[in-house]
């Protein structure tokens, strides 16, 4: 089965932790994406790397960090200095025809 | 201004009706939009994709894109409860980046 997994679906944090989103892909895309969803709101780039061990700033990079050391992986660390960071967290992978789709997403509670 | 307007709704239809979603966009860069269906809790999953101006059609859906006024639609023929979700549209540019709007929550009912 070819496709986007993202762990855990689900995912509670204490306040001042560092929390890592793990997203994998089988697809063979060379693109990743990192979204952001809160409600009501579309989603938000957080960040993106086009190929392995390169990654660019999104919109809303601060407050986080990633790593492309293999194509298949492309893991989100939400560190204590992003100010919000309770939100749904989307994984995404594009094709060289642009197609973009989308890991289940893990839900995040830091409280 | 947004890269992508939309209008969030929500739209409550019935069963069967002819639903229209819409988005305009602000950037006339080189670009390509595409619309996805979003249920609640779950990623989203790509339903359309267009480079051009015109229609594309996929079984009961159909993608509109007008260029000139910068306007994209999707067009849902004989709607089902099945079809009720999130339904968000991007535009997509160049090193692959997509700009969605804040979706449209759509219900129909039987």
């Known amino acids: 089965d070819g496709g986007i997994t993202q762990s855990p679906k689900y995912l509670f944090r204490k306040e001042g932790q560092n929390v890592t989103l793990s997203c994998e892909q089988n697809l063979n895309h060379d693109a990743m994406y990192w979204y952001r969803q809160d409600p009501g709101q579309g989603l938000r780039l957080i960040y993106y790397s086009q190929i392995v061990n390169d990654f660019q700033k999104g919109d809303i990079a601060e407050g986080y960090s990633v790593s492309r050391e293999k194509k298949e992986s492309f893991p989100l660390t939400v560190t204590s200095a992003q100010k919000n960071p309770t939100a749904f967290y989307l994984c995404a992978s594009r094709n060289r025809g642009n197609e973009q789709y989308f890991g289940p997403g893990t839900r995040l509670t830091v409280t | ?110």
């Open chain 2, 1 to 110: 201004q947004k890269e992508v307007e939309q209008d969030p709704g929500p739209l409550s239809v019935p069963e069967g009706a002819i639903v229209s979603l819409n988005c305009t966009y602000s950037n006339s860069a080189f670009q390509y939009f595409m619309w996805y269906r979003q249920y609640s809790r779950k990623g989203p999953e790509l339903l359309m994709y267009t480079y051009s101006s015109g229609n594309k059609e996929d079984g009961r859906f159909t993608a509109q894109v007008d260029k000139s006024s910068k306007y994209i639609s999707l067009f849902i023929r004989d709607s089902q409860p099945s079809d009720s979700a999130t339904y968000l549209c991007a535009r997509g540019s160049t090193l692959g980046r997509l700009y969605f709007g804040r979706g449209t929550q759509l219900t129909v009912w039987p």
